[in-house]
T-cell receptor, first 113, second 113 residues
Framework: TAGITQAPTSQILAAGRSMTLRCTQDMRHNAMYWYRQDLGLGLRLIHYSNTAGTTGKGEVPDGYSVSRANTDDFPLTLASAVPSQTSVYFC????????????FGNGTRLTVT | GDSVTQMEGPVTLSEEAFLTINCTYTATGYPSLFWYVQYPGEGLQLLLKATKADDKGSNKGFEATYRKETTSFHLEKGSVQVSDSAVYFCALHYSGGYQKVTFGTGTKLQVIP
């Protein structure tokens, strides 16, 4: 099974440009998340969605926006990229209950120059 | 606030050595505790979990016991293999309007033949 698919795998982006990172899941999970992973900082939550049609801010939401038009898709948009947004971005999903694990995609490595 | 502290890596072990990766946490309430593993170029995946005090999670020879009195969830394996080389993340799962997850910063394990 595919699980979570993220695209692109990697991208180099000029500062000031916009970009959308794509995330699709085939597990019919209610909850979806975007994290960024930076060396020494672990994973930090950017935005989340408990169910289709709703979104919320995580720990580091500034400079990012998300939408959840349907259950399967949860794109992350950078409206005007800055070098500090250079990171590895992971999309994840779960059934939303506290004891259920997060299922992760393989990540998008983004470099903002 | 809630936090997770993991031992700093990298940890380098010879094949068949005993592994311990320490994890301690601070939390309000009663979180569930998880270990995730990340192989190179991939997202995190569930290794094991424990949902209440004194529970032991186990998988693939790895074990961890939820110790409420010492607020710890140390990961152990009796005999590591080269294929266990990866980054290991301790995490708290708890409810807070959404499925909140706090990750440790990760411990890189390298197993040499």
């Amino acid at each position: 099974t595919a699980g979570i698919t993220q695209a692109p795998t990697s991208q180099i982006l000029a500062a000031g440009r916009s970009m959308t990172l794509r995330c699709t899941q085939d597990m019919r999970h209610n909850a979806m998340y975007w994290y960024r992973q930076d060396l020494g900082l672990g994973l930090r939550l950017i935005h989340y969605s408990n169910t289709a049609g709703t979104t919320g801010k995580g720990e580091v939401p500034d400079g990012y926006s998300v939408s959840r038009a349907n259950t399967d898709d949860f794109p992350l948009t950078l409206a005007s990229a800055v070098p500090s947004q250079t990171s590895v971005y992971f999309c994840a999903s779960s059934d939303g209950t506290v004891n259920s694990p997060l299922h992760f995609g393989n990540g998008t490595r983004l470099t903002v120059t | 606030g809630d936090s997770v502290t993991q031992m700093e890596g990298p940890v380098t072990l010879s094949e068949e050595a005993f592994l311990t990766i320490n994890c301690t946490y601070t939390a309000t309430g009663y979180p569930s505790l998880f270990w995730y593993v990340q192989y190179p170029g991939e997202g995190l995946q569930l290794l094991l979990k424990a949902t209440k005090a004194d529970d032991k999670g186990s998988n693939k020879g790895f074990e961890a016991t939820y110790r409420k009195e010492t607020t710890s969830f140390h990961l152990e394996k009796g005999s590591v293999q080269v294929s266990d080389s990866a980054v290991y993340f301790c995490a708290l799962h708890y409810s807070g309007g959404y499925q909140k997850v706090t990750f440790g910063t990760g411990t890189k394990l390298q197993v040499i033949p």
